[in-house]
């Protein structure tokens, strides 16, 4: 199982970027995937993951609105799209994968970034 993260940099505040996760070894749509960050002196947070059956979503409050994730099972890769994007966003961006498991358990494995495999991670800075 090998995740790799693409697609990080400077941008400034209110702009976008989007994010790629692409998946080998394994096939993203069996599992459940999730996006996380890391911000310097905090703990690693969920902030977006989806199911690896029915497409249920959980957003982190604080991206709700600004922030979606979409995947391309051609190419095994996920995406995550990032608008108005804040200094408070800067992190380093990782993607995960979790194997299928009820939604209400990924859920929870969400917010305490608890899933499985994990990628490098990419960095974001939001800086004018």
């Known amino acids: 199982v090998q995740l790799v993260e693409s697609g990080g940099g400077l941008v400034q505040p209110g702009g976008s970027l989007r994010l790629s996760c692409a998946a080998s070894g394994f096939s993203l749509d069996d599992y459940n995937i999730g996006w996380f960050r890391q911000a310097p002196g905090e703990e690693r947070e969920g902030i977006l993951c989806i199911s690896s059956s029915d497409g249920d979503t959980y957003y982190k409050h604080s991206v709700k609105g600004r922030f979606t994730i979409s995947r391309d099972n051609a190419k095994n890769t996920v995406y995550l799209q990032m608008n108005s994007l804040k200094p408070e966003d800067t992190a380093v961006y990782y993607c995960?994968?979790?194997?299928?498991?009820?939604?209400?358990?990924?859920?929870?494995?969400?917010?305490?970034?608890?899933?499985?495999?994990w990628g490098q991670g990419t960095q974001v800075t939001v800086s004018s």
């Open positions: 995960a994968a979790e194997p299928p498991r009820d939604w209400e358990t990924v859920q929870a494995m969400c917010v305490l970034g608890d899933f499985g495999s």
